[in-house]
């Protein structure tokens, strides 16, 4: 069974990449995935095969058979697990740098997810089978608190503090550079990188982001900031920092490049969550302590001062 979708070219897109292009119309679908459907010719732009940098016209009718999706299994795997707090409401974990919080392509197991059913086994179902408990979450490389929902109620809940910026989140991140201001407030849309779909950037249309942050301390050509989010957008923080041109030290995707202390990931840790308790609606904070190689930096850099 394929699912067909029929795409007409309008004057504003013409021009474009064809891969792009059907990135950018269809949800959920990925360029490498666009690029392997134009190969085995499941893409066709007014009936007939095309390359993928085939360079779209207006009025062009673009038909893209998607397969269906397998059906996905997730298995509960005995992976350690830091969970600070429990109910029968919500799990609150400190996830660890380098795990990937759900399923998704490239990372099927060994997740956050997997260990979750694990040890935690009741989780709310409104995200979904790949996506059960998953309020919200953070990139791969960066470690610290996140919160879980056992129940749908608790999972709504949850996730209405999230829309109404009600929860506190707030974060420890090491920037290149000196950041002369003690205090300061990033406002800028956030949406898809035109060029990168892989990367997220500051662009006029995008979603509203706004972090605020504070310098803790400063170093030769580096600053610690503690960093709140007023917003929860896709790598919020490292774009915003890197808008500034104080790029997340060791960030691979928004930095310069060049290997840091020996880092090939962001030195980025959700230090604090605090929300109000979804059955109670008492507040609640639970705190993550520095990571071992983030508290090694600290250490060198103060050696240095």
Do not use: C
């Amino acid at each position: 069974m394929e699912d067909n979708e029929r795409i007409l070219v309008e004057e504003d897109m013409e021009g474009e990449r064809l891969d792009s292009f059907i990135t950018e119309q269809i949800e959920n679908i990925s360029r490498s995935m666009v690029q392997n459907l134009i190969g085995d010719n499941k893409v066709l732009v007014d009936g007939n095969v095309r390359k993928a940098s085939y360079r779209i016209k207006e009025g062009e009718l673009v038909e893209v058979q998607i397969p269906e999706p397998q059906k996905l299994i997730i298995v509960a795997q005995d992976i350690p697990l830091d969970i600070i707090y429990q109910d029968k409401d919500v799990a609150v974990i400190d996830k660890p740098k380098g795990m990937v919080v759900h399923p998704a392509h490239g990372n099927w197991d060994k997740t956050l997810v997997n260990a979750l059913l694990y040890h935690v086994k009741e989780l709310s179902a409104i995200n979904g089978e790949s996506r059960p408990g998953i309020v919200h979450r953070l990139d791969k490389d960066t470690s610290g608190v996140m919160v879980v929902a056992k129940n749908d109620q608790a999972h709504r809940s949850l996730a209405e503090q999230i829309k109404a910026h009600s929860i506190n989140r707030e974060y420890i991140a090491l920037v290149h550079g000196i950041i002369k201001e003690n205090l300061g407030t990033i406002d800028a849309p956030i949406g898809r990188n035109k060029v990168d779909r892989k990367k997220m950037a500051v662009i006029g249309g995008g979603r509203a982001a706004v972090s605020k942050y504070m310098v803790l301390e400063r170093f030769n050509n580096y600053t610690l900031v503690k960093v709140k989010l007023l917003t929860g957008r896709t790598h919020q923080i490292r774009v915003h920092f890197a808008y500034i041109k104080h790029s997340v030290v060791g960030d691979p995707l928004y930095g310069s490049g060049k290997k840091h202390f020996g880092l090939d990931s962001q030195a980025l840790h959700a230090h604090l969550l605090g929300f109000s308790h979804p059955a109670s609606g008492e507040y609640m904070e639970f705190t993550s302590p520095m990571p071992e190689y983030f508290a090694d930096i600290l250490a060198e850099l103060r050696n240095k001062h």
